[in-house]
């Protein structure tokens, strides 16, 4: 290789953040990206909300189209890496074709998991990852005169259910879990999102395993579940995502939970990187894994090891950050998962109003984690909290009066 030759596989947030920063940062050499969509990178967020709504596509893209040429990256379209050759430093394409790499940056992402049951492949049956999903979706529901049945009551389920329901088709949220997002949120928060949900008339079926789907003719009718049936025009299915981790595990290197890398995002073996959903990178502040499927995550480890390929030294240490936005609440969080089960709540604002602030306090009575819902400009100030890692005053965290700021400079 004559010029140094950096390879990018992916083409998400995390591969397109990547790309920009190695260019931003002054990166000169030869950048490919090979991604298997055809699509430059896109950001998937929109995707079950202002893209479902109304293909906005206005958030949609890493870069505008052109940012590509005019930075001088090869951006393939449609390839498919099917294999990682660490010992010739090559990817293989679909078709046989060898992309030589002196770096390579692995940013595959993740898939959704599939529901294995009979009739799952059945006309009306939707799962959501992609540009062609959300169209899917919005071309079957937009009409709003659908039943339409998300099964899951995860983020990606609970946002489909609010831009549905907005399109005005009945919908029914059918779920394992006896409380929506109880699993990221815990029980007390989630029942937030239950009643947001139940108040702008969605059907929540709580704590029940979808048992079979009933098809006529090819096409769905119905979701059955222990104890009932709910009958369907389409139906939605959001049961969490699976990361694509088969190029870095088939090469050898350690990916049952996620690609491991270290804080750098750097994999075992030299020259080789993972970020984003792919990866599972070692969180140098709670000094454990931390995995993440989440935006802010995509942008913050594509970015890392970006500068990690130029040899710039740095961890990702932020504090993990997720948004959403379904109906009339936006909320934010930040916080570390881990440490949240040990945890009580502690609210400032009015809770029924669905206007507040929570904090996770850990038993030592550090907060280390917040969620602000319909509450803005504050995410700094709980992230100031989170990182000081001090105890606080649970009277004045609740107080609303006294200004986030003071609590953070005080803990
Ligand atoms: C519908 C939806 C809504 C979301 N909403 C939010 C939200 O509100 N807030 C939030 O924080 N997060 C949200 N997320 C999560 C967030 O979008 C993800 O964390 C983020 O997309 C991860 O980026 P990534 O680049 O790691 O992976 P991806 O975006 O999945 O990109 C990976 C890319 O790699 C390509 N690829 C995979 N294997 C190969 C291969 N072998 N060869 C070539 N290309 C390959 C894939 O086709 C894909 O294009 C949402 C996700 C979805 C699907």
Partial sequence: MSEREFVIVGGGLA????ASTLREEGFEGHLTLIAAEAHKPYIRPPLSKAYLASYDDSELWVQPEDWWHDHDVD?????????????????????????????????????????????ADADGIHYLRSIEDSRAIHEATAAGDKR?????????????????????????????????????LGDELGEVFASLHLDHGVRLVRGVGVSGLRVQGGRVTGVEYDGGVVDA???????????????AEDAGLDASTGILVDAGMRTGADGVFAVGDAANPFHPVLGQRLRSEHWANAIGTGRTAALNMIDRGVDYDDIPYFYTDQFDL???????APLMKDAHVVYRGDLAGR?????????NGA????????????????????????????????????PLGDLAADA
């Avoid at 591969?15 to 990547?18: F, K, S």
């Avoid at 099917?82 to 010992?87: G, K, S």
């Avoid at 049945?149 to 394992?176: D, K, L, Q, Y």
């Avoid at 299915?237 to 088969?246: H, K």
């Fill in 15 to 18: 591969a397109g953040t990547a």
């Fill in 330 to 336: 936006g909320m934010e969080f930040s916080g570390y």
């Fill in 367 to 402: 907060v280390v984690a917040g969620m602000n819902v319909n509450v803005w400009d504050v995410n700094d100030q709980v992230q100031a909290l989170i990182r000081s890692g001090r105890p606080v005053d649970e009277a004045r965290l609740a107080d609303p009066d006294v």
């Fill in 75 to 119: 951006v393939r379209s449609g390839q498919h890496a099917r294999e990682l050759d660490l010992a010739d430093r090559a990817l293989v394409l679909e078709g046989g074709a060898r992309v030589p790499f002196e770096k390579l940056l692995i940013a595959t992402g993740a898939t959704p998991r599939t529901l294995e049951i009979p009739g």
């Fill in 148 to 184: 339409v049945v998300v099964v899951g009551s995860g983020w990606i389920g609970m946002e489909v259910a609010a831009t549905v329901r907005g399109f005005g088709n009945e919908v029914t949220v059918v779920s394992h879990a006896q409380v929506p997002l109880s699993s990221a």
């Fill in 233 to 247: 025009d389409v139906v939605v299915i959001g049961i969490g995502a699976v990361p694509l981790t088969s190029l």
């Fill in 355 to 363: 206007e507040f602030v929570s904090f996770w306090v850990a038993p």
